[in-house]
Structure formats: structure tokens, C-alpha cells
């Protein structure tokens, strides 16, 4: 069964820092898709990056950027020069396929606190 | 262009209750998903459709029902509610065809007393 780990309950970063956000993954299939989404106080999930187990680079989506360790099973979300909209909840996921993205398993998430 | 839409947003129910909430999407899209987030975790699938006239079953069907209407609404029905349907429902569309991501609605936060 796929699995997906988010050990860090909460995270603190100061404005302008960089951030990551830690995923670990359980599977044994070879195609599997991943994802990370945000969401802030108000409720809704904002879609942020994806990556394909077949991806060779690392994704990358303006101040995201997804560490993709394929030997390590892990997914980790990079945030570039954090801004204190960022404060939010951020959940990684997973589908059971790299194309078919229709079962998306969803980590128990990390709070991301940002401050001045 | 409105998104993904939800109605109800709030809902109190009784328990033995049943109700149906409501899911819209104007993207054209044709998968359509609903969820179900509880405190302190992340979301679980109850049911997706992968285009107009089918279903499909996720990680925590039971106690629910779904029906896709047509290409646009994807509803979910809960015929008799429990206190363990408290949660928040977010639905969600897809356009497959290399897009990856899903789109979801607003939320619709039940509480079944």
C-alpha cells in the first residue's frame, strides 16, 4: 500500500529565509506521481508543484522547488525567499500513477509559520 | 469562471439525518473527486469520477453515495448521518489529458450532532 509521511507537526522560518518541508514516500510501484498543496486559514487547497517518478529533474514552480530523492523516497518542498503569505498548512500527496492522477493520497501535513 | 463550486458550505445535521452536498465545476473538466478532511489529517477520497456516467470507489466510501450528474456536477449523498461524518468535504476536478493537478472547491464543513 502507498504511503505518505510528513513528520514535522509545525515549522518556524523568518521572512526572505528558505525553507524546507519534508515528505518521505512509501510505494513499490515504478510510476507514482506526487505533489505538494497549500492551505491557508481560509480552507481551500492551492495546488503548488508536481513531479513524476520519471521526471529526471527536480520540479520547480516560481519559489517552489520539489527535492526529488528517488533513492531515498523522499519529496521535500523548497520554499525560496519565504514571504509571510506563505503561513499556511502544506500537505504532500501521492497517485498511484505518474499520468493517472486520480487516487491521491495525502500526508497529515506541516503547519508553516512565517514571521518577520 | 467560477472554479469549482460547493453548497452547501455549513450544515448541521442530526444523526439519521440524510442530505446531499452539492459540487460544480465550469473548466470543462472531466474527472471529479470528493474528499473528506478530518482534524489533524490529511484529506481522504471517497469517491471519484473519471468522466460523466461513472464512479469509482476511494479509500473511505462507506456511508456514502455518489452521483455524476452530468460533465459539470458531482454530488455526494449521505443517507443516513453519522457523528463520525463531522468533517470538512472538498470536491475537485481534473481535466486529464497531461494535467496532472486537481482543482478544488471551497469546502463544506458538516457537523452531524
Known amino acids: 500500500a502507498q504511503k505518505i509521511t510528513q513528520t514535522q507537526p509545525g515549522m518556524f522560518v523568518q521572512e526572505k529565509e528558505a525553507v524546507t518541508l519534508d515528505c518521505t514516500y512509501d510505494?513499490?510501484?515504478?510510476?507514482?506521481?506526487l505533489f505538494w498543496y497549500k492551505q491557508p486559514s481560509s480552507g481551500e487547497m492551492i495546488f503548488l508543484i508536481y513531479q513524476g517518478s520519471y521526471d529526471q529533474q527536480n520540479a520547480t514552480e516560481g519559489r517552489y522547488s520539489l527535492n526529488f530523492q528517488k533513492a531515498r523516497k523522499s519529496a521535500n518542498l523548497v520554499i525560496s525567499a519565504s514571504q509571510l503569505g506563505d503561513s499556511a498548512m502544506y500537505f504532500c500527496a501521492m497517485s498511484p500513477g505518474s499520468y493517472n492522477t486520480d487516487k491521491l493520497i495525502f500526508g497529515t501535513g506541516t503547519r508553516l509559520q512565517v514571521f518577520p | 469562471n467560477a472554479g469549482v463550486t460547493q453548497t452547501p458550505k455549513f450544515q448541521v445535521l442530526k444523526t439519521g439525518q440524510s442530505m446531499t452536498l452539492q459540487c460544480a465545476q465550469d473548466?470543462?473538466?472531466?474527472?471529479m473527486y470528493w474528499y473528506r478532511q478530518d482534524p489533524g489529517m490529511g484529506l481522504r477520497l471517497i469517491y471519484y469520477s473519471a468522466s460523466e456516467g461513472t464512479t469509482d470507489k476511494g479509500e473511505v466510501p462507506n456511508g456514502y453515495n455518489v452521483s455524476r450528474l452530468n460533465k459539470r456536477e458531482f454530488s455526494l449523498r449521505l443517507e443516513s448521518a453519522a457523528p463520525s461524518q463531522t468533517s470538512v468535504y472538498f470536491c475537485?476536478?481534473?481535466?486529464?489529458?497531461?494535467?496532472?493537478?486537481?482543482?478544488f472547491g471551497p469546502g463544506t464543513r458538516l457537523t452531524v450532532t
Open positions: 475537485a476536478s481534473r481535466r486529464d489529458r497531461g494535467q496532472y493537478e486537481q482543482y
Open positions: 510505494t513499490s510501484d515504478p510510476s507514482y506521481g
Open positions: 473548466m470543462n473538466h472531466n474527472s
